[in-house]
């Protein structure tokens, strides 16, 4: 079985992943799942939300947007309110929590880091990419603090990464491009981490609902192409990668 673009059921889209895309942030990445393209930023603020403060505890929050030229069809950026869409306040409230669940809080100190996901171009999977992504750009911001001296390590337990999985046609599928998406009767993106474990499973058959070995077989799909994606990501950040999972570094 022949994808659409070729590939085979297991295999994911190309994976290019571009740090230091963007000038002011201090970790910025252009990640392109073919021809799904995410511009992921992470800024640091001195500042949390106000029932962290005296805490000691930071805080990672997320946004997700898509460029109005980003989609075939002229994507509005909010209503006339202003407010954004429940679709990417879904969106963004995942990668926010997908990047918090590897990241030791207590550790990070009272600060906020922004991560800013802007799809640019969508094919499929823009919120696993954004999460692929997003961790790359939230490492380097960490690293960046380490680097000037104002936190002891970086507190990242774990790599983090996610991708789609579904059934299409009848055929179990890795890494969904829009038109399978679109066709798809089972969708669902799964985020894990380095140790090959999940931290979010989010799937729908509402058009056909699906067997546990359909289950599994998407699962097994989603670990393969995640750990390939955590293999990129460790690949793009060279040596940094090494302090990624890191012990906190006793006192004195
Ligand atoms: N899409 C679109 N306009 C929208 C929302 C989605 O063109 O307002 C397309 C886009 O290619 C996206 C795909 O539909 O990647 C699948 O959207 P979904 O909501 O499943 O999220 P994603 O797969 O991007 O995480």
């Given at each position: 079985?022949?994808?659409?673009?070729?590939?085979?059921?297991?295999?994911?889209?190309?994976?290019?992943?571009?740090?230091?895309?963007?000038?002011?942030?201090l970790g910025?990445?252009?990640?392109?799942?073919?021809?799904?393209?995410?511009?992921?930023?992470a800024?640091v603020?001195?500042?949390?939300?106000?029932?962290?403060?005296?805490?000691?505890?930071?805080?990672?929050?997320?946004?997700?947007?898509?460029?109005?030229?980003?989609?075939?069809?002229?994507?509005?950026?909010?209503?006339?309110?202003?407010?954004?869409?429940?679709?990417?306040?879904?969106?963004?409230?995942?990668?926010?929590?997908?990047?918090?669940?590897?990241v030791n809080?207590?550790d990070l100190g009272?600060r906020?880091v922004?991560?800013?996901?802007?799809?640019?171009?969508?094919?499929?999977?823009?919120?696993?990419?954004?999460?692929?992504?997003?961790?790359?750009?939230l490492v380097d911001a960490l690293y960046a603090l380490y680097k000037e001296g104002t936190i002891f390590y970086i507190p990242i337990?774990?790599?983090?990464?996610?991708?789609?999985?579904?059934?299409?046609?009848?055929?179990?599928?890795?890494?969904?491009?829009?038109?399978?998406?679109?066709?798809?009767?089972?969708?669902?993106?799964?985020?894990?981490?380095?140790?090959?474990?999940?931290?979010?499973?989010?799937?729908?058959?509402?058009?056909?609902?699906?067997?546990?070995?359909?289950?599994?077989?998407?699962?097994?799909?989603?670990?393969?192409?995640?750990?390939?994606?955590?293999?990129?990501?460790?690949?793009?950040l060279?040596e940094i990668a090494k302090l990624v999972?890191q012990?906190k570094p006793?006192?004195?």
């Amino acid at each position: 079985m022949k994808r659409i673009d070729g590939r085979n059921y297991d295999q994911i889209r190309n994976v290019n992943i571009t740090r230091n895309y963007i000038k002011h942030p201090l970790g910025s990445v252009l990640i392109e799942m073919g021809d799904t393209k995410v511009i992921c930023t992470a800024m640091v603020e001195d500042k949390v939300p106000p029932f962290l403060k005296n805490t000691g505890t930071g805080w990672v929050t997320a946004e997700y947007s898509m460029l109005p030229g980003s989609t075939q069809h002229r994507k509005i950026r909010a209503s006339s309110k202003g407010r954004i869409d429940g679709r990417s306040q879904e969106i963004q409230r995942l990668i926010g929590r997908a990047l918090r669940s590897v990241v030791n809080l207590e550790d990070l100190g009272e600060r906020t880091v922004w991560i800013d996901c802007d799809v640019i171009q969508a094919d499929g999977g823009t919120r696993t990419a954004s999460i692929t992504g997003a961790f790359v750009a939230l490492v380097d911001a960490l690293y960046a603090l380490y680097k000037e001296g104002t936190i002891f390590y970086i507190p990242i337990k774990d790599f983090l990464a996610a991708i789609s999985v579904g059934i299409v046609e009848g055929n179990r599928l890795l890494d969904l491009c829009y038109v399978e998406d679109s066709s798809a009767k089972v969708d669902m993106n799964i985020v894990m981490t380095g140790n090959k474990e999940f931290v979010e499973i989010q799937g729908t058959g509402e058009e056909a609902p699906f067997s546990m070995d359909d289950l599994n077989e998407l699962l097994r799909l989603a670990q393969k192409g995640n750990q390939e994606l955590i293999d990129k990501q460790k690949e793009v950040l060279g040596e940094i990668a090494k302090l990624v999972g890191q012990e906190k570094p006793t006192e004195g």
